[in-house]
């Protein structure tokens, strides 16, 4: 977060943009894997890392009188997933071709230097690759860009769903426009749609993510040159607090490139007060607990040491980011809220071409302000524990829920700034600050 003593800016490059007025601070993309066509390919569901040389086949066809070409049990696969759900029904699927084999040395097919098919034994082709080690399917981009892993974590209704969906929509139509670079959905077969769930929310309010596996939302990131792929991982809210699902279901924070750190800001009791919000008797009766930022902090701590490195900072970039802003403008009648009228929390910003980290900063340092009002234990903890962070503040409705509704729009705030701040600190966009 604090910009003096992020590492790359000691390296940045000095461009006069307008020399009779001010200096800018430019850098450009850093930190990068050298293109070379082929990327070794992380597994979205084991995370394991290999070759894409060494990926397996799932035959598109089967052929019970042939023994190599039954339908068969993949029991691989069966106990990657009776780990997750012990419920889950055994199916027969059609046999795995392993290109390496002497059958299948002159049927490899590539797309520049990544095998993406094979010729079967019937003589057709599959482009079925597969993970050798938990024979899931691996997403159409894998090994053609370097994948990242994002983890977007936070308590129940922080707003997770909702942003993860808006968010997607809105690089699709504002911010790739606006950066060169178009978000492509790489369809899992289970990874749902996100424009269905995008209109689902526009029409019907929004339902909690129930506790169970989660596919990743999985997107290519298309420059005019390269590409990025990005894992999303939703979290239940509800699960923040489970070693159990954290060690069976939530493999990926150990592996992740970033983290979101969501948090919903009327969750903390003075803001409530100070909004006359009362506590809602349903969620009483059901038992939710609202989770504040400094608690996902502590959970991520506990659960996660491996991030942490046995105690110390973790240098994950972690955008601490407070949702449903819109809510926090009943906040600015009061000079001692912590929120002004001229706050950014409240006001939209659209990044063009690069990151104004000057604006980055200037949202972080409100954000604080709220925080050190409402939630000091949440300044400590972030300073304490991560070495690269930022708050920022977005709206992923734009407007409370019921006045979504009333008015079947969504106009948010800021939702893609968090993330492009994320993928600033990953090496893929520029920044610039004016001196
Ligand atoms: N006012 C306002 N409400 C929002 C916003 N984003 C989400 N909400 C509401 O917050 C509630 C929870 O949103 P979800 O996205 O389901 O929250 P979640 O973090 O995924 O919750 P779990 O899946 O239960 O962990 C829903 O009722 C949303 O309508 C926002 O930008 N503004
Ligand atoms: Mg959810
Ligand atoms: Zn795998």
Redesign the pocket.
Known sequence: MPPKNDPFLRSIETISLDRRRKLRYEHSRRNLPPNTGRYNIVCPFCFEEFNPEYVFFRATYHDNSKDDMRLQVDSLLESFWKNIDETRAVELLEPILNPNSNNYRNGKIYDGQVLKGLIQPNGTQTYDRICPRCHNKLPVSAGHSPSNIVSVI??????????ITILLHYLTNKTGPNFDFCPIEMLMGQSQEFTQKYLAIKNK?????PKEYIYPQIFDIKFPNDSLTICMY?????AVSSADYIKRMARHLHKTSAILL?ADPTNIASVTANLGTETDEDEEDEGVVRVSAYDVITGLINFVPQIFGNGKKTSVPTAIVY??S??LEALTTDPTSGVSATSRILQDFEHRGFLDLDEVSAVNSDVLRFVQTHDRRVETAAKNNFLNYNFFA????????EDTLVRNVISPKRVDEPFLWLLYQLGFISGRRIL
């Open positions: 936070g308590g129940t209704a922080a707003g997770k769903t909702v942003f309010g929004h339902r909690a993510t939703d979290f239940p809210g509800e969501l949702t449903k819109d809510l977005v709206s992923s409705l734009g407007y409370p829920t």
